[in-house]
């Protein structure tokens, strides 16, 4: 088992910045993924930014140029850096790990509580 445990969100004004960390209750060895994820009221939960165990990351094309996924290992830590915020960022963002990787796909998945991030004047 793993537990995570977000932080950092908040109110910020447009175009603001703000930085979300996840922690995780132990070291993860072996192939890994982290990921930041995004729910809206009334929408579906999105990906935001992907980072692997290689330090491979990886977003969608709608959130590349303003958010940057990192990780600190000594701090068993994963950062997602929000930059130049809009209104339509404001959501709930959670924090997913994935293990267990074998044949190509992960079989073990834990997600944190959320972290909500309202952008608003």
């Known amino acids: 088992q793993v537990q995570l445990v977000e932080s950092g969100g908040g109110l910020v004004q447009p175009g603001g910045s703000l930085r979300l960390s996840c922690a995780t209750s132990r070291r993860v060895f072996g192939i890994y993924a982290m990921g930041w994820y995004r729910q809206a009221p009334g929408e579906q939960r999105e990906l935001v930014a992907l980072?692997?165990?290689?330090?491979?990351?990886n977003y969608p094309d709608s959130m590349k140029g303003r958010f940057t996924i990192s990780r600190d290992n000594a701090k068993n830590t994963v950062y997602l850096q929000l930059n130049s915020l809009k209104p339509e960022d404001t959501a709930v963002y959670y924090c997913?790990?994935?293990?267990?990787?074998?044949?190509?796909?992960?079989?073990?998945?834990?997600w944190g509580q959320g972290t909500q991030v309202t952008v608003s004047s």
């Open positions: 980072i692997t165990s290689d330090g491979s990351t």
């Open positions: 997913k790990m994935s293990t267990g990787f074998r044949s190509g796909s992960y079989s073990q998945h834990y």
